[in-house]
C-alpha cells in the first residue's frame, strides 16, 4: 500500500502538472486535489493486489497417504523460520 501511495503521489503530481498545463486547472488547490484523488485511487488498488497476493495457501492432506503426507510436510518445514521445530 505504501508503493501505492507513492506511485499515485507520483502519478497524481505528474497528471496535474500536465493538466495545468493544458489550462485544464487554474488554481493551486485544483492540482493538489487532483494528486491526492490520484494517490488514493491507486493506494486503493495497491492495497486490493497486495491483498490478493498474500491469500494462504490451503493444503489438503485429508486422505493422503504417509508417504505423501510426509513429503508435504518437508516441503513446509523447508519455508519455515524455524526448521527443527517438531
Do not use: C, H, N, P
Request: hydrophobic share 45%; charged share 25%; proline share 0%.
Amino acid at each position: 500500500m505504501g508503493l501505492g501511495l507513492l506511485i499515485g503521489g507520483g502519478a497524481g503530481a505528474g497528471a496535474s502538472s500536465l493538466a495545468q498545463e493544458w489550462g485544464f486547472t487554474t488554481s493551486g488547490l485544483a492540482v493538489a486535489l487532483s494528486g491526492l484523488l490520484a494517490a488514493v485511487l491507486v493506494l486503493t488498488i495497491g492495497g486490493y493486489i497486495g491483498a490478493a497476493s498474500g491469500k494462504d495457501k490451503k493444503i489438503q492432506i485429508e486422505d493422503k497417504s504417509d508417504l505423501e503426507i510426509q513429503k508435504i510436510l518437508e516441503k513446509l518445514r523447508e519455508k519455515a523460520r524455524i526448521r527443527d521445530s517438531r
